[in-house]
């Protein structure tokens, strides 16, 4: 199944990929998860929460005369769990990254 779905990637066209297998390797999960980032309804997402966060969600405090603040982390709006699907306009950066995870992808 790895050998097919990476012999199917092609740069400069658009895929839906569908995780079909538990992601066991920690470096593996980043990875899916970056990939699934490149969305561009995520990266609307993340840009409005960014900028919530920026405006609204900093703490301030004093300590020792200056002033701390205290930023919260960025909140993940998709998982890399088995049965999760992400389209992505592939592109030549990005093949060698898919091509690593692509036993645990498969391609529609």
Do not use: C
């Not at 966060?53 to 930023?71: E, L, N, S």
């Not at 993940?76 to 769990?81: G, L, Q, S, W």
């Amino acid at each position: 199944m790895a050998k097919e779905t990476a012999s199917t990637i092609v740069p400069n066209t658009e895929m839906t990929f569908t995780i079909v297998k538990e992601l066991t390797r920690p470096a593996a999960r980043k990875t899916v998860e970056r990939l699934m980032w490149m969305q561009p309804q995520v990266k609307k997402d993340h840009s409005m929460l960014q900028r919530r966060r920026k405006q609204k969600d900093i703490k301030y405090t004093i300590r020792a005369g200056r002033v701390w603040f205290d930023r919260p982390r960025a909140t993940r709006t998709v998982r890399a769990e088995r049965g999760a699907s992400f389209t992505l306009k592939i592109t030549p950066q990005i093949v060698n990254d898919l091509k690593s995870v692509s036993k645990y992808l498969e391609v529609k």
